[in-house]
């Protein structure tokens, strides 16, 4: 299976910390992106890495991209209530026409 | 903003029934998605559509067709639907820069 894993399943921290979510994937990729999904709502793009980039930022949040280790990572720093939601991966492949999602990382932050 | 407007947030369907999902897509995008999202199991593509009237299967095309007659709408069909189709379905649409734009969904419930 091509299918990305994220890493942890769930994490609750307090309103203020940082959240680190990781994702891994098996296959070569042309990039790799995070989606936000509130409860029971459609998947919102949050930011895209490219193959050849090793990390990029986007407000408060900053995602870094190991290709010879095939993971990312996405940091949400100074998390706030508004951010409970769940994260995933998606690697794209096939010039990037073709997207493989993981089960997503459940992110609670508790006021 | 690219707009992905899926027509029914909730239905709900007796087995057999035949069920139609639609997507309308505000931005001229060429390629158009439709994913099934289960827990644990991410997202998984059913169909995708290149251009109008062409189609191609994704990774769970069984028990489902579409249509797409125009380049702004995506039609998911369910023939005969079966009780192991409750799930959510998201439409979408992808942009230049290969970001996803996704509908809010359309969770389905097969009784």
């Known amino acids: 299976s091509q299918q990305g894993e994220e890493d942890p399943q769930a994490l609750s921290i307090q309103e203020g910390e940082n959240a680190t979510m990781n994702c891994s994937y098996k296959?070569?990729?042309?990039?790799l992106q995070w989606y936000r999904q509130n409860s029971g709502r459609g998947l919102v793009h949050l930011i895209l890495?490219?193959?050849?980039?090793r990390e990029k930022h986007s407000g408060r949040l900053r995602v870094t991209l190991d290709t010879s280790k095939k993971s990312s990572s996405l940091l949400i720093t100074a998390s706030r209530a508004a951010d409970t939601a769940s994260y995933f991966c998606?690697?794209?492949?096939?010039?990037?026409?073709?997207?493989?999602f993981g089960p997503g990382t459940r992110l609670s932050v508790l006021p | 903003d690219v707009k992905v407007t899926q027509s029914s947030r909730y239905l709900v369907k007796r087995t057999g029934e035949k069920v139609f999902l639609e997507c309308v897509q505000d931005?001229?995008?060429?390629?158009m998605f439709w994913y099934r999202q289960d827990p644990g199991l991410g997202l998984r593509l059913i169909y995708f559509?290149?251009?109008?009237?062409?189609?191609e299967k994704g990774d769970i095309p069984e028990g489902y067709s579409v249509s797409r007659e125009k380049k702004e709408r995506f039609s998911l069909i369910l023939e005969s639907a079966s009780t192991n189709q409750t799930s959510m379905y998201l439409c979408?649409?992808?942009?230049?820069?290969?970001?996803?734009?996704f509908g809010e969904g359309s969770r389905l419930t097969v009784l």
């Open positions: 998606a690697t794209a492949f096939n010039y990037g026409q073709n997207f493989v």
């Open positions: 296959t070569s990729i042309n990039n």
């Open positions: 890495i490219r193959s050849n980039e």
């Open positions: 931005m001229d995008h060429e390629n």
């Open positions: 559509s290149y251009d109008v009237k062409m189609k």
């Open positions: 979408a649409t992808i942009s230049s820069p290969g970001e996803l734009f």
